[in-house]
């Protein structure tokens, strides 16, 4: 009995362990001419070294992959970066083969309390994730800083889930789903405006990384969409 992994599958009962959840990814798009070797893979996480498990599990499978995240999760390179890594993207038949992943986080403590891990050799469990939870518990206050201080990832991340929604989160998972939509909304904000599909077939997978007490992390897919050669975005078959 693990009550960490209970609360977060009774949480986010789609969630599935990252090997499968990739397994599930390249068995959806391989019919539309992703292949293993020719496919670019750009990831989104939260800076948080609990989220290291999804960038090695990729880059095991696609080899090298680009790094787009900051904080919570969502992609922070701005107009030079995007450009950066669509122009990395290998040639196959005239067209590049983009897949897309961008998760924010959650914890689920060693009782199945929301928001936190408790990390190795740590007596007490932590925040998770750390940005979310502080803007969390910061809704409706204002916060100073010292001159020679900036906080611009955590700025940007609450702007970015105000555009989604305006409303307070909440709770921790609510704050962690509204995350996991801002993580959508900005990837396809910059994938639109820089016109990928006219160069290469993109697919984008978001949602949130799980990580569970003494258990292997899991993947639950908020959202998964497709755009090809004809420039209309598809939902795809959420392949968590
Ligand atoms: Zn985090």
Known sequence: MNASRDAALSTFPGAVPIPEFLDGVARE??????????TFAVVSTCRDELTVPLMRAVTDRLDLAFYLGALGGVPSLGRTGWNAALSHVPV???????????MTHIGFGPDGTPGQSLRRHQDLPTPTCGALMSILHSEGVAEALPDALDDNEKDRLRHLMKKVSPERSGTPV?????AAQAVTAEMWAELDAL???RTMDVAAYC?????VHDHPDLIAVTDAQFVGADGVRTELRAAG
């Open 29 to 38: 798009l391989a019919p539309r001419g992703f292949t293993e070797d020719r």
């Open 92 to 102: 196959d038949g005239g067209r590049g083969h983009l897949v897309v992943l961008g």
């Open 174 to 178: 609510g704050i962690t789903r509204r």
């Open 195 to 197: 016109e990928a599909w």
């Open 207 to 211: 949602g949130v990384q799980v990580h």
